[in-house]
């Protein structure tokens, strides 16, 4: 799996990441990279009147598979209950253990700032995974270790101070992105939040900015962001 590029993203529920790079994640499938959609949680707690918590979940699960299908990449589903994740040792070694597997190119994950506790405890998750997935000190089932930067995307719930650093054209991606996002119950359907109006108006906005049709957005890790060298970047005396 080496050889192949591979964009990761990383959603706390079924439905995160696709709505926050599925459109991105769709672009990189059509370049031949190998994308995959890691679910930390179903986030099966959503779930409408009719339908039992653990019903949901199946049901979850089996849309986050067709939406992945659609934007052409697999979907993988952990087995952590929704809004009960927390920064534990064992999700940590479970997610670095993952990425040993997975062999990233790249991560996409949420931002650190979140409404959600399960969406702003992902990044730190990611980062601290990063660093056991890297060292060769960490044995993790004997997998050979593996280092893996990561970006954050875009996500209504996780907006307080994130203002994007990369704004990437997905204009020929938009309608597959769209009739995925239309695969789930819960952007069609949820009575709290109007997903699939916000999400489509959204790459509109990106996009204006961006000067192209549709965009989605991607911001730096804090910190990340800071040039080294002898001049102005671009401009190095
Ligand atoms: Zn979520």
Redesign the pocket.
């Known amino acids: 799996m080496d050889n192949k590029k591979h964009l990761v993203v990383v959603?706390?529920?079924c439905?995160?990441g696709e709505i926050q790079a599925g459109a991105i994640a769709n672009k990189y499938a059509k370049a031949g990279w190998e994308v995959t959609f890691l679910h930390l949680t179903a986030?099966e707690k959503g779930n409408p009147p009719h339908i039992s918590v653990e019903d949901y979940r199946e049901q979850k699960i089996r849309e986050a598979e067709k939406v992945a299908e659609i934007l052409g990449g697999k979907s993988i589903t952990l087995d952590y209950k929704d809004a009960e994740l927390s920064f534990s040792e064992e999700l940590i070694s479970h997610i670095a253990t993952l990425m040993r597997e997975l062999r990233p190119t790249i991560v996409i994950t949420?931002w650190e700032n979140s409404i959600?506790s399960?969406?702003a405890l992902c990044p730190r998750l990611i980062q601290a995974a990063q660093l056991k997935a890297g060292l060769a000190g960490f044995d993790l089932s004997g997998l050979k270790p593996h280092y893996y930067p990561y970006l954050h995307s875009e996500?209504w719930?996780d907006m307080e101070g994130y203002v994007p650093d990369i704004f990437v054209d997905v204009s020929d991606e938009f309608e597959t992105y769209l009739k995925a996002l239309s695969q789930y119950w819960f952007i069609m359907n949820s009575s709290s939040f109007r997903y699939y109006d916000y999400y489509s108006a959204l790459g509109t906005v990106r996009g204006c900015v961006a000067r192209v049709k549709y965009a989605q957005t991607l911001k730096t890790p804090t910190g990340t962001n800071v040039h080294k060298g002898n001049g102005i970047p671009g401009y190095d005396l």
């Open positions: 959603g706390a529920h439905g995160d986030g949420h959600h399960d969406h996500n719930e």
